[in-house]
C-alpha cells in the first residue's frame, strides 16, 4: 500500500471511532479537517502520528463550541497546529509528542524543556489562551513560570528561561518582554487509543504530573 493510501485509510479508521455521539454538523467539521490533512500530508508536510492527535484533540473542541482549523498560519513562517474560536474568545494547541532528534542524544531534557519553552513563548501572543497538547504517556517539562498569572512572577526566572531558549532558538531570538508576557492556560492529554482528551491546569500539572498519566 501506497504512503498516502496508508495516511488516508488510518484517518479514516480513527473518525469512524471520533464519529460516535458526534453530530451530523461536528462530522462534518471534523471530516473537512482530514481531508486538509490529508492534502498536507500528501505535500509532504505532515505526519500520521501528529495528525492524529489533532484529529482527537480537534473533536474535543468542536465538542466544546470551537470552531477549528489545523496547521493554520499565524505569521511568516510561523503555523499552529490547531487554532480554535469562540465567540470573540480564541485558543491555540500546539501538539507535543517528546520527540528527540538524533542531534539532541546527548541533551535530550535541555532540549525538550528550551523547545517546549519557546513554543509557550511565540505561540500564546497570537490568541486569547495558548494550550499544549500531549500523548497520556509523556510527562511534560515546563518552567512553572508560565502557568502563573504575570501579576505574581518571579522577574528572576525571565533571565534563566531567556539564555535556557537562546541556547537552542536564536532566529530570532525570544525576547525578555515575549517571556514576561507568555502564558500557557491549558494542557490536554490526548488519548489516541480511546479518542479522548482530558484538560488539565497547567499549574496543577507542574507540580504533579505523574498522576494525570491516565485518562
Known amino acids: 500500500m501506497a504512503k498516502n493510501e496508508k495516511f488516508e485509510e488510518d484517518l479514516n479508521t480513527l473518525l469512524s471511532k471520533l464519529f460516535k455521539g458526534m453530530t451530523a454538523m461536528g462530522q462534518s467539521k471534523l471530516s473537512s479537517l482530514k481531508d486538509r490533512l490529508f492534502e498536507l500530508h500528501r505535500a509532504n508536510v505532515v505526519k500520521i502520528n501528529h495528525s492524529v492527535m489533532e484529529l482527537v484533540c480537534a473533536k474535543y473542541l468542536i465538542e466544546s463550541g470551537y470552531e477549528v ?44 524543556a528550551a523547545r517546549i519553552a519557546s513554543k509557550i513563548i511565540r505561540y500564546s501572543s497570537y490568541a486569547g489562551k495558548f494550550a499544549l497538547g500531549i500523548p497520556p504517556y509523556y510527562v511534560l517539562q515546563f518552567p512553572q513560570f508560565f502557568a502563573q498569572p504575570p501579576k505574581v512572577r518571579d522577574e528572576k526566572e525571565l533571565t534563566k ?27 490536554y492529554l490526548i488519548d489516541v487509543d480511546n479518542g479522548a482528551v482530558k484538560e488539565v491546569d497547567p499549574e496543577v500539572y507542574s507540580k504533579k504530573p505523574p498522576s494525570f498519566l491516565t485518562t
Open 69 to 112: 482549523q489545523v496547521e493554520q498560519l499565524l505569521d511568516r513562517g510561523l503555523t499552529c497546529d490547531l487554532f480554535a474560536v469562540k465567540g470573540y474568545g480564541s485558543l491555540i494547541v500546539e501538539i507535543e509528542t517528546g520527540f528527540i532528534p538524533p542531534e539532541h542524544a546527548l541533551d535530550p531534557s535541555e532540549y525538550l
Open 161 to 187: 528561561i531567556k539564555n535556557l531558549c537562546n541556547g537552542y532558538y536564536r532566529n530570532p531570538p525570544v525576547t525578555l518582554e515575549e517571556i514576561r508576557n507568555a502564558r500557557i492556560h491549558a494542557i
